[in-house]
């Protein structure tokens, strides 16, 4: 069962919770996903911790932009910030998939003081170059004119390891669902965000937080190499040798292990 929070911005931020603890873990999803895509690793966490998987704007239960609003990953790291106020967080673990890293980054950078933890699952710290950028418009474009049918169905099979695609049809099938569920215009100002993001390598660089950089192996979206670029004392690395860029859905048991080892390292 889904909570709600209407933010005074008339942001409505919906997210899912369970277990129990005294520093919360906070899950953000990726692009054209939703809280759902942690449903395999919720119940593994929540052994041992309270966790709180959200819905960003634009995906899942979450409002969704209006005809006017534009997005940024800035505005998506203020949303967060306004709701952990509403919901009461004082101090949190936060980890965001791909989109959800790059709105951990900008939230790890204007509020380090909230965090206890922070990590990037499937996410690298880097902007878009041009390649990406105009991948980006044509995304748009391709939702505007067709829906986003077309869209989520090319774009799945992409996100997971290439014998995944033919072994994994369970987790294919709701990858699929979910993404079918994105507010279209959601998508297209979320394209826009990711395409415009800045460069936050600095903010791996110069953080004193403990971090946890997991990649997987078999990523066809962002290469571990794009992921583990910040060597240093708290920066933990972890690689997932069979995923793609889904280990919430992949390869959940070794997702949350790595989540949980690190944690307990704290």
């Known amino acids: 069962m889904k ?24 899950l953000l999803h990726g692009f054209c996903g939703s809280s759902d895509y942690w449903h395999l690793v919720l119940p593994l966490l929540s052994a041992s911790h309270r966790v709180i998987a959200v819905d960003l704007p634009g995906h899942g239960d979450s409002s969704a932009p209006g005809p006017d609003e534009t997005y940024s990953i800035e505005l998506f790291a203020e949303n967060l910030h306004a709701w952990a106020q509403e919901t009461g967080l004082d101090r949190f673990h936060l980890f965001g998939h791909s989109l959800g890293g790059y709105i951990t980054l900008a939230f790890a950078e204007q509020y380090a003081d909230l965090l206890k933890s922070f990590g990037l699952i499937h996410s690298t710290p880097f902007p878009d170059d041009e390649a990406a950028r105009q991948n980006r418009d044509k995304g748009a474009e391709s939702i505007k004119s067709n829906g986003i049918e ?3 169905k090319a774009l799945v099979p992409k996100l997971f390891a290439p014998n995944h695609v033919q072994t994994m049809p369970e987790q294919l099938a709701l990858a699929k669902e979910i993404g079918l569920g994105t507010d279209p215009n959601g998508a297209i100002q ?30 066809q979206v962002i290469p571990p190499e794009k992921t583990f670029v910040v060597q240093k004392a708290q920066v933990q690395q972890v690689l997932l040798p069979s995923a793609g860029h889904m280990g919430m859905l992949e390869v959940p048991e070794e997702l949350a292990g790595a989540i949980k080892t690190f944690l307990d390292q704290l």
């Open 190 to 219: 979320t394209l826009r965000a990711m395409r415009d993001r800045k460069d936050r390598l600095r903010v791996l660089q110069e953080a004193v937080l403990p971090i946890l950089l997991v990649a997987g192996k078999e990523d």
């Open 3 to 26: 909570k709600q929070v209407q933010l005074k911005n008339g942001t409505r931020i919906s997210y899912q919770e369970a277990g129990s603890g005294d520093t919360p873990i906070v």
């Open 150 to 152: 077309p869209f989520i």
